[in-house]
Each structure stands twice: as structure tokens, then as C-alpha cells.
């Protein structure tokens, strides 16, 4: 097991859920890493902070907390994309400059372009 994601509706049902997920970690004879995890509480289309989710006897830090990286993509507090672009051309043009640094013919130059190309679409392709 690598990754999970419990996704509730009411808060009660989220701590039950993860009580019935820390009793099968603990009859798999697996530990559950709170400190790795985050949690995200939303109310009325907002973060909630005041919502503490803790499994294992602890607490899981909340997106807001501690931000974190899946798939490529970071989640924070913001729960906007509008860095995404600014991100894309920051890679882009940075892939860019690098190509056009090297000592490379063109032909070559044209290669190299064509393994930058993925990289910068991936976000677009695995979030869209």
C-alpha cells in the first residue's frame, strides 16, 4: 500500500474512517506515518482550519500546515492553479536557454527540444 485518500462528506464519518484505517494498519502489522500524510478540511467551499484529524495518536498536519507534492503538482493553502503557468514558463524558459547554451548543431538543438516538450506538458496532461 502506497497511497490512500479517504474523501468524506461529513466530519465524523472522516474520524471513523480513519479509526477503521489505523485498526487495519495495525492488524496488517504496518505503521501509519502521520507525519507524511496532510489533511484538507473544506467548509462551504473554503479551508477550515479548526478541524484536527488525528490517526496513530496523532495529528495529521493540515495542507495549510505543511504543503505537499503528488503527481508532480503541489498542493497549499491557496487552492489556486494560477502558478501553474507561471511555473510552466519558468521551466520553459530555462529548458530554452539551456539548449541554446550547449555546443549542439541544430539537427541536435531540434532533439533536445523534442525531450522538453513532455516535460512541460505533463502537468497539463495529469491535471487537466
Known amino acids: 500500500m502506497d497511497d490512500t485518500t479517504i474523501i468524506c462528506s461529513k466530519e465524523d464519518e472522516t474520524r471513523r474512517m480513519l479509526e477503521r484505517f489505523d485498526v487495519l494498519m ?4 504496518m505503521k501509519f506515518k502521520p507525519k507524511k500524510s496532510r489533511s484538507l478540511s473544506l467548509r462551504k467551499g ?3 482550519a479548526t478541524r484536527i484529524f488525528t490517526v496513530a495518536n496523532q495529528q495529521l498536519p493540515t495542507v495549510s500546515q505543511e504543503p505537499v507534492k503528488s503527481l508532480g503538482r503541489w498542493y497549499d493553502s491557496s487552492m489556486k492553479d494560477t502558478k501553474r503557468g507561471l511555473e ?6 530555462e529548458g530554452l536557454l539551456a539548449i541554446n547554451r550547449c555546443g549542439l548543431q541544430g539537427k541536435l538543438k531540434v532533439w533536445c527540444l523534442l525531450m522538453l516538450i513532455p516535460k512541460l506538458l505533463w502537468p497539463f496532461c495529469n491535471h487537466s
Open 26 to 29: 495495525a492488524w496488517c502489522m
Open 46 to 48: 473554503k479551508i477550515d
Open 88 to 93: 510552466t514558463v519558468e521551466r520553459a524558459t
